[in-house]
């Protein structure tokens, strides 16, 4: 699908169609502190196709935002490094691209919505104005266009009276029409990739079913890849294709979404799968996984994870599990996979 | 232990509002938002009140008027008996012995100039005839074990601990005063999903220890389902449902709660596709301005004309326990 | 590992801010450890420490035993001897011995300001922000009275009114401190009504914790680093305005000495004699230098985000 004859094609290699849409292949990204060399992400590879939804799942700490960062090219460098890996896009590295060859793609190729929409939004222009910046930027439209196709793009996010309120300010939208607001800007160019890092986390439970429901049909319409970064089980179960699950700068679980939760492969997804309040445990304990997750500054030897796995030997003290393949579609950093996966904690 | 039958806290047409008012030198009152409109239940003791309900639902005022931080506009809040909306001075210092807090944020909730032994120990310093001096150390420390942390640490200041371990602190403080009663205003709603567990367990662990009574307050539906013996379900500065988790979960008789209920995502991929989903169509509307009638007309898809004319009181009805709508009627959502 | 819920060991902060060293150590020590390390502190505290000691014990320091005050006219204006290191004035006294002296004014006219406004515009700030209402307001409008005076105007038209017969250190403080509390109370406000809504305040209050308790425990502790900050500024603001004053001749009048008195008195004669002017005005421009790299030091370790 040629979404956009506008964009220099030769940028592109011939093997374009072997490779999937999006690629991020053993990234590495460790920030300057004062305390000292933080390494945020240690390796992490992920793919995303064409219509396919992926969920990253972490917790604060995890990597998993700044490795949307590094996608997009909006880490701070310094403090930021990226000393390994490749992002590709359509079979082209983008860390290796010129800044201004990086700026085309970013916003109208590969686009991102941020959890908190109010301060992603400019509160001293109209909401039409900041839409329609999109398509006078990136579009050379005139402004009149603009501002109808703004319109449009409202209305297809579903915001009621959008003829009315494409004069209105951000703050005079409530939180869910905002987020609608920020989807819009993101899809106003017809990217490819659309990355959402935590789009429902500040909103309320009926609005986020709102907004997660916008995403997938928009998705369906146009066919993009997502890429969902949410800590939220439940939200992943709900939209995802395939799942990757990251701890301390890894991913120490990939699998198609289904697998994942009948059957976890990695001690910690089946620690939080585990520690969900269920029905019949009412009363009960629930599962949690004991102590705390790792220092990124003084991170445990071997697995990061062993100071809190019950499935620890010795060596996951000393050896670095590498990502085992359970199968084509799924695997998994844990020495004791199969372990995990049969259900037996010795 | 099971819960009593004896009410602790009994409320009763719990109402606030918040002024608006314009002019700078000379102020009028041009209207008010109504955070808390009407609210009225009873807690027993040893039991768990879940409150679940959406941002500006009021659940928020609710603890606030509950603690004291905010007097009513009207109606009462009675703890064993005597109003807390009309307790001054050292009479409504003594009833705040017995009902303490854990609130959300534990990066913000705790003075970051002060020890946690300072923390811990100012409940003691403000009520100094709870422990005489020479035997608080030894009580904080006795506190930080209880809840799961070093008693060493005793000299280390909050920001030398993790979130979870700061909530933690958070909670000794409320058990300092050994209150019967603790409202827990999103007590994990900022932790880390595999910190959330430890902290669940320490609240239930506390509970049956010191046979405390918690108002639960949260947004995440399962995991106020998992702490609750009751729940009531607010909106708009109302109580719209209020009865046994299992009549809440299972047996939702009105609308608003069987559109909560079913927009909550399921941690579980199996028949996604085929699950019900009631997806409410706009936002809530301002408290400041309140629809006539019953407050969820203007989202509710039964909404008839009686609905915008008669308010509908929080009656037992459909499904056997109390809910506010002319047109009750259980449904199980989850698992339909 | 010795519980379930926690490693008893590990402090665990969250990770991008958990210091390396294992000791307690409250936000005023990280402070603390965060000055001691930069060399601007370092260097500034040691040229202000040295100018106290020198304005504590003139005697010490100025040159074997001239005395200041004892003028000879005869010397007037010579270069630097082995006898007057700074040469000598238009009335033949010793410019490196009143260098020395005129230290003391500059420091006491400096460090009183700086205290007496720091310590009433603070305390004011903290009624105003806690209590608000009409203490806010009856103290701000009084604030904001004072602070719509030009300072170096309203110095001059203090002192005038004052009068040159009682002009000293305590009516230059009494003129500066007189303008500079505004500024002090609106940071203070500021900071205390920011702290007010903080949550620990609102635990603080649930647990039945009085106002004072509240004010000084919980609200003073968390409010007090931009005063600090901006006192450190202050104070060469202070020093600087101190020498104007007395340089227009209407701040410290001889026969005290002071670096503006005597820039003011060696002016006139600057081409045949330059000395005189330049060895105080040099002092002047160091102690302002050294406290400047202070307050900027002390501002980057209390307020890490004004950077």
């Keep these: ?346 | 232990m099971a819960p009593s039958s004896e009410a602790i806290l009994e409320v009763r047409d719990l109402v606030k509002h918040f002024p608006l008012s314009q002019g700078i030198v000379f102020k009028r009152q041009i209207g008010a938002i109504k955070a808390v409109d009407g609210v009225s239940f009873d807690l027993h003791r040893g039991e768990t009140l879940g409150v679940v309900g959406e941002s500006g639902c009021g659940k928020s005022t609710l603890a606030k008027l509950l603690m004291a931080l905010e007097r009513p506009t009207s109606g009462q809040a009675k703890i064993n008996g005597v109003d807390l909306a009309k307790a001054r001075g050292s009479e409504l210092k003594r009833m705040r012995r017995n009902i303490q807090m854990v609130m959300q944020d534990p990066y913000t909730s705790l003075n970051p100039r002060m020890t946690v032994g300072d923390i811990i120990g100012e409940p003691y310093e403000i009520h100094s005839e709870v422990a005489p001096k020479g035997d608080r150390r030894r009580k904080v420390q006795e506190l930080l074990e209880v809840v799961g942390l070093n008693p060493e640490h005793i000299n280390r200041y909050p920001h030398q601990f993790s979130g979870g371990q700061r909530q933690r602190i958070g909670i000794a403080r409320g058990l300092a005063l050994q209150p019967e009663i603790i409202i827990c205003d999103e007590p994990v709603s900022a932790l880390d999903v595999s910190i959330q567990a430890q902290v669940m367990n320490l609240l239930e662990k506390l509970q049956n220890e010191f046979n405390l009574a918690y108002i639960f307050i949260a947004h995440d539906l399962s995991v106020v389902r998992h702490i609750s013996d009751r729940v009531a379900v607010m909106y708009l500065g109302k109580i719209v449902e209020l009865g046994k988790d299992a009549d809440i979960y299972e047996r939702p008789a009105h609308p608003y709660t069987q559109a909560l209920l079913s927009a909550v995502p399921v941690p579980d991929p199996e028949g996604r596709e085929g699950r019900e989903r009631i997806i409410l169509q706009g936002d809530p509307p301002s408290p400041a301005d309140p629809p006539s009638g019953c407050r969820f007309r203007t989202r509710c898809w039964k909404a008839q004309d009686i609905c915008a004319e008669q308010e509908p009181l929080l009656e037992i009805r459909a499904g056997g326990h109390l809910s506010a709508c002319h047109f009750a009627e259980a449904h199980d959502v989850i698992n339909a | 590992m010795s519980n379930d819920t926690l490693p008893a060991t590990a402090p665990a902060a969250p990770p991008a801010k958990t210091p390396k060293k294992e000791k307690a150590a409250s936000l005023w020590s990280d402070a603390w450890y965060d000055l001691r390390r930069n060399p601007v502190f370092v260097i500034g505290a040691a040229m202000v420490g040295i100018l106290v000691v020198i304005s504590a014990f003139p005697g010490v320091f100025d040159s074997v035993g001239v005395d200041p005050s004892t003028c000879n006219l005869a010397n007037a204006r010579k270069g630097i001897t082995s006898e007057h290191w700074f040469g000598s004035d238009n009335l033949g006294c010793d410019v490196y011995s009143r260098v020395i002296h005129g230290a003391r004014v500059s420091i006491l006219v400096g460090f009183i300001s700086a205290a007496v406004t720091g310590i009433v515009g603070g305390v004011l700030g903290l009624l105003a922000g806690f209590y608000g209402r009409w203490v806010d307001i009856i103290l701000s409008r009084v604030a904001e009275i004072f602070f719509a005076i030009p300072s170096i105007l309203g110095a001059l038209l203090i002192l005038a009114v004052i009068g040159r017969d009682n002009a000293g250190i305590g009516s230059v403080v009494l003129a500066l401190g007189l303008l500079a509390w505004p500024m002090v109370l609106r940071i203070m406000r500021a900071a205390v009504i920011t702290a007010k809504h903080q949550d620990y305040v609102v635990a603080a209050r649930a647990l039945g914790a009085g106002p004072w308790r509240i004010m000084l425990r919980h609200i003073l502790p968390n409010a007090l680093a931009p005063v600090i900050v901006v006192s450190t500024i202050n104070l060469g603001a202070f020093i600087a305005a101190e020498a104007a004053l007395s340089f227009l001749g209407v701040g410290i009048q001889s026969p005290q000495i002071s670096w503006g008195l005597m820039i003011a008195d060696a002016r006139n004669r600057f081409l045949e004699a330059p000395l005189p002017l330049l060895f105080p005005a040099l002092f002047l421009s160091l102690t302002i230098l050294s406290v400047v790299m202070l307050g900027d030091a002390v501002r980057d370790a209390l307020d890490p985000k004004l950077r």
């Design chain 1, 1 to 346: 699908m040629v979404k956009n004859p506008s964009i220099d094609t030769s940028l592109l290699p011939a093997d374009a169609a072997t490779e999937p849409l999006l690629a991020v292949d053993n990234l590495h990204v460790e920030f300057t502190t004062r305390q000292g060399l933080v390494r945020a992400v240690n390796g992490v590879s992920y793919t995303v196709n064409a219509g396919e939804s992926l969920a990253v799942l972490g917790e604060s700490g995890s990597g998993k935002s700044v490795t949307a960062q590094a996608i997009m090219g909006i880490l701070d460098m310094p403090p930021a490094r990226i000393p390994k890996g490749e992002v590709r896009f359509r079979g082209t590295d983008l860390l290796k691209l010129s800044d201004q060859a990086r700026s085309q793609i970013r916003g109208q190729r590969i686009a991102m919505i941020f959890q908190d929409a109010l301060s992603a939004l400019n509160p001293v222009f109209t909401v039409g104005w900041q839409i329609s910046e999109m398509f006078r930027v990136h579009r050379g439209m005139g402004k009149r266009d603009a501002m109808k196709k703004a319109v449009e793009l409202m209305d297809r996010v579903r915001i009621p009276a959008a003829k009315q309120r494409v004069n209105d300010y951000p703050h005079q939208f409530s939180g869910g029409m905002r987020q609608r607001i920020m989807i819009a800007m993101s899809i106003a160019l017809d990217p490819e990739v659309l990355i959402a890092d935590e789009p429902t986390t500040a909103l309320d439970v009926t609005v986020q079913a709102q907004i997660m429901e916008l995403l997938a049909e928009l998705q369906r319409e146009s066919n993009m890849g997502l890429i969902l970064i949410t800590h939220d089980l439940g939200v992943v179960a709900d939209v995802a294709d395939k799942i990757a699950v990251m701890y301390a700068g890894r991913i120490v679980e990939n699998a198609p979404v289904h697998d994942l939760y009948k059957n976890p492969g990695h001690p910690y997804s089946k620690g939080l799968l585990d520690s969900i309040p269920r029905v019949d445990q009412k009363g009960q304990d629930l599962y949690a996984i004991k102590g705390l997750p790792p220092n990124l500054l003084d991170m445990p030897p071997g697995c990061a994870f062993h100071p809190r796995c019950p499935y620890r030997r010795d060596n996951c003290v000393t050896d670095v599990p590498p990502l085992y393949e359970i199968s084509g579609t799924r695997g998994s950093a844990c020495h004791y996979y199969r372990e995990v996966l049969d259900g037996t904690v010795e």
